[in-house]
T-cell receptor
């Protein structure tokens, strides 16, 4: 596609359930980032992937959060045993070279 | 620690008035600087960026920003605001290496009065 695609656009789930969020980057973009935007707070970096290099996981808030990406393709962000504080908009961005990051429309996650 | 400060949480201007949104950063090295806009229900759109060179950069929608190293600032300006500019504006910084994770300010919400 022309832009970064994220799915689902909205997700409502019960506390304690696992959720999986998906990001389809722009074709050819080697770098992929996940961010979180909680209400009333700024965006927070979660994780960075670059090709087949080891990801930078330094922003993941707890071991309940994990993410995968195979090569330069789709990435999934998984949150296990969701908590109410996980409610946020999860944003994915991709880029290559010296280009700025292009963002998807995000997944709005609501934990009941 | 690396940080970005946007001192103004909310700003209201009249349509046609000039606008300046403030951004200050704390960063160990020379940063890459960005302004993004987020309209209600829409994703983040890049307005402009500064990597190097001319410290006054032009962006889309008539916006410009000036990098002032001595003040650690990267303020966003527009000479005449349109009602469609009402949105949330975010300043962000990154390093110049391969991992350009963005560090974000908390945003400034702009309202435009007719």
């Amino acid at each position: 596609g022309a832009g970064v695609s994220q799915s689902p656009s909205n997700k409502v789930t019960e506390k304690g359930k696992d959720v999986e969020l998906r990001c389809d980057p722009i074709s050819g973009h080697t770098a992929l980032y996940w961010y979180r935007q909680r209400l009333g707070q700024g965006l927070e970096f979660l994780i960075y992937f670059q090709g087949n290099s080891a990801p930078d996981k330094s922003g993941l808030p707890s071991d309940r959060f994990s993410a995968e990406r195979t090569g330069e393709s789709v990435s999934t962000l998984t949150i296990q045993r969701t908590q109410q504080e996980d409610s946020a908009v999860y944003l994915c961005a991709s880029t290559k070279g010296n280009q700025p990051q292009h963002f998807g429309d995000g997944t709005r996650l609501s934990i009941l | 620690a690396q940080s970005v400060t946007q001192p103004d949480i909310h700003i209201t201007v009249s349509e046609g008035a000039s606008l300046e949104l403030r951004c200050n950063y704390s960063y160990g090295a020379t940063p890459y600087l960005f302004w993004y806009v987020q309209s209600p229900g829409q994703g983040l759109q890049l307005l402009l960026k500064y990597f190097s060179g001319d410290t006054l950069v032009q962006g889309i929608k008539g916006f410009e920003a000036e990098f002032k190293r001595s003040q650690s600032s990267f303020n966003l300006r527009k000479p005449s605001v349109h009602w469609s500019d009402a949105a949330e504006y975010f300043c962000a910084v990154s390093n110049a290496g391969n991992n350009r994770k963005l560090i974000w300010g908390l945003g400034t919400s702009l309202a435009v009065n007719p």
